[in-house]
């Protein structure tokens, strides 16, 4: 019990500081009104948007609670409802927090680099801070209460539902804005980035809040919670009560080393933010290393260098897939400088470029996610222990650093908000230039974050499958089964489906705001020469109103689909369908999360002077592929993570019923 | 042996009509010597190509026959030999009819549909009819000599070896070509299609017959082998030898049901030329279900409602799969129009539209290959048979009518041509509208094609795998053991790897072949003005150089890759290896087919006349979706069915030894 005690105090540190950290954000000076009632017009669209949004998720999960609480038990329904909560919450915090910070980076950045980017920072590490804390003390809560990790599938499962209909809901939320206000307010009018005639800006921004923070927080929480309590399950099944507590301390662990990472990171004047950030996640990456090597001993684990290297050997995986994730999406490199190059021909062969290259991304990333396989099952098996569970601490010991990681990732869209402000609010040359630097350093961050989010779901993912197996009891697929091979192709079919809806959705709203921005610098006088000012409220109801309306579709199938598998043709079936998900899900993520980086950074590539620099024809094929890359890297890519993961825990809690109960069971 | 003989006559029979049409084909006038002059130029280019390309095989083929020869038996290696010959000559076949046939349809087309739609078709027959003989000739020779279907896997080795190449060299060489030229020539220049200004208009024929005619050819010549010699394996493993020598059989009812099909593709003057196709395939189909019946009881198989039954079943599937593939693809559809529509934003929500309706088509085409592969199952288990034999009679069953598929389908390239030589001739408007309506009725039946390639390479691969399973030894895949799940993630990187690695070939070629036609346009004086001809031959041979250089890298990897994922972590990480890369090549060649020729499509929309018609802004960004869609429908996309043969068939001609031999043996 005592152990338990260790990981539920990290968490309450975690939230403790995560509250210090926002008093402090609050407490930073903003005297530009201009500025403040931007942010205020950002604060209000986005607060709408989450209003309506959790309105809408909390009959889904009184519906789920009560389908839950008949079949699986009034545990697991209780633990279901608090993971919905807590994931809500820790969403609804960084949104709070960030469209409150933006102003305030921007007005600190009058007072240059060393005021603004702790400003900037610490309201990032209000979400990072918020999001492991609370999933900490929740884990901690149900498993000193229950005992069974079973239970903290549903805390999981609850948490889940809410980041998949965040994520995506968030991700056409952000891209519908942000590609309607490029195509008329950039393409057509000639207006720059963030320009306040433009009457999408403000949609545009509450989407960075809704997209990237609350979206990607409630993601991030979603896997920590999954990789988490699959390892637990694991350990249950297979070994004695240390090995079930462990992950619940690595996570402990994960966030101490957060938390002395985030103090290390500092910036003066004239350095460069980003290795600010690089050095805060060394650091954490390090420490973390030292805690899991106590954790492990004082734990009094009985092999306990077949935890301590597989954790490890993740955690190493993590950061180098992290950085090296940005291989093929870095500006520095052949596949952005060809395909800004091919912009001369036109957008035809910038998008075919930027396509392929996206595929050939997929090859370093599968490899390095095979790699800490194997190595966490061999280190785990060397030293006497089952391979699939060192996967699984390899899993959280990637995801341990997440407090880091999130932190970092949330102060992307934070500072290209504040760059937003200080636009709008006429701030002077400097206080740009110095958002401006804010902003390059997000992006180094959020590559990290990618690279992390991807291999950390996949690893999950694998792990979560042999939860399956083992609650289920689906020891091997026979591939020569047709229900085996149904499931598969099924299963296979449900990433592109849920993306293609997406996408779908994002090019049907961003059509409907085209409209609404040409209807108004055609019908309001004086919009174009900046006399008066656009009807903004219009397109943050047609953003808000599409993002919900298209949410229902995918959501229904993304659960209905593995639960029908599973009745109509049994838990083999069910357990292909899981498989080929996983393996279309792992694809298209990583080919969707980099194509759509590498076109940014050809368009970049191009707005710093290439092939006739901005203006250009080639610029303009450049932006067709930005716009093309927006939904795939921002949208339909980083919502697969979220929908393998809650197809898995889906078939994995529903499994057994559906074992019982399948019609035909092949 | 008397069976045997049947199939042996039957594809004799085919061999010696395909002989017949070819010669009337050449007997048909053409008196206008412009367009001899110009198909002369055509013909060139692509016997330089083939010439090329086959040299280079011929190479290849000699090392493997070598490999062949000592690690599986002299019997094997002849095998492999005498496929990859007659794929060639197939190819060859085709080419050299088509390339013979398009003036001399367009000459036709001086005297109406009702002459000119003959000549098209025949040409197309002699493509389609050499096919089916040649293999059917070679399957039962080889099994009338050594008795062994195993023997057979190595002449449908060597014959999808070529396959692989060819389809792939011939996509890259078309792409190039019709890419180049549209860029510079449609969208530079405002030519017309086939203008002959254009430096890269012949080569953009040629690609036409050695990517859609010898190409396409060569990929049905090899799924057809490798469905009958699967269900061969399979009847030979199961059953008594009436279950081996069905499905040659299956096949040379096939043969004489497309002949008579053939017989009834007749159109008059007013009728739509399209039908008369349609026609064609709803005689062959009925024909070859009734011979089936006939077949299964003179055979005298002790069950023979379970093969018949599952025969029929795959027969209809390919049907119903085939004509419903253009669901989202055909002009009249949402999809289509939605698209269009999109394209007054410009051509950014085109390509958003266009490839999220590509996703979604995998939707149907899944459900379609699930219920075939189920029902086949079920009705061969419901008459006592094994079921996975019912499914790879069903795939045969799906692939017996190729003759009459595969005639309707090299139809289109050579009609197409067609108008290439009447636009160069200059012929008169009428000849011109002829060709015009021979050219639409290429459409469907190119549609149909696709619909049955991927359905049956997908019924074939399935059949395939457990032919590799019973070979090798595989029974069942655990999915918890890391070696078959680094397998599964290496098998579904290799498509899209695949994928990536042709389209940047045509990027490149491309990209080339825009500065040279520019540079033609710069600087020969009196070009534009149609005084001096262009200088072709540059163009043509930009495209040849690039499409073998650009294909050694795509064919060592597919080849050596299972290979060595075999060798390394043995049998079960290939078996994993092989269901990967099954899952992700039937996801990727349903997305990218169905995606090219919707954005085809889409054009085509505008360009009869929607949202400002040839010119409009709208029109301008409908371009570049097609041109995206291109390489993904002609090059990539097709040439993943014969990837996914490939490997597998690599994988169990080669399965045995890996298994001896593997290093570490998960």
Redesign the interface.
Known sequence: MVWQIVALVSGVISVAVAVYLFNWVLKQPNDSEVMARYSEAIQEGATAYLKRLYTALGALAAVMTVVILFTLGWQKAIAYIVGSVCSGLAGYAGMYVATRANARVAFAARSGLKRAFPVGFFAGGVMGLSVVGLALIGMSVFYMIFGDPEVILGFSFGATLVALLAKAGGGIYTKTAD?AAD?VGK?EFGLAEDDPRNPAVIADNVGDNVGDVAGTGADMFDSYIASVAAAMILGNVLYSEEYVVLPLLLSAAGILASLLGILFVRTGESNDPGRALNTGTVVTTVVFGLLTLAVAFLLGIDRPWGVVLPTIAGLLAGVVIGFTSDFFTDIDRKSVQNTA??AR?????V???G??????S??PS?IG??VA??AA?FLAERFGLD??YG?SVAAVGMLAITGMIISSDAYGPIVDNAKGCAVAGGEGEEAIRVCDRLDAAGNTAKAIAKGFAVGDAALTV?VL??AY?ETVGV??????N?AV??G???G??MP??F???L??S??RN??LM?EEIRRQFREIPGLLEGKVSPDSSRCVDIATRGALKELALPGVLSLATPLAVGFFLGKYAL?GFL??SI??G??FAI?MANAGGLWDNAKKFIEAGAYGGIGSDAHKAA??GD??GD?FKDTAGPSLNTLIIAMSLAATVFGPIIARIALFEL
């Not at 021909?345 to 062969?349: S, V």
């Not at 020891?475 to 020569?480: A, C, G, K, M, T």
């Open positions: 590609i195509l393409v190059r091919a021909t036109g957008p035809a062969l998008i075919l470029d396509f392929s290259y996206g595929l050939l997929i090859v599968i996610i095979c396989m194997l099952w391979g699939t996967v694998l499958f042999s197996s020891e091997v697929l026979d591939l020569r047709p091979v149904v598969v192709l099924i296979a079919m592109p489906l993306s293609a809806l996408m779908l994002v090019g961003a059509f085209v357990g498989a080929g393996v279309t792992i694809v080919l932006v067709v716009t093309v939904p």
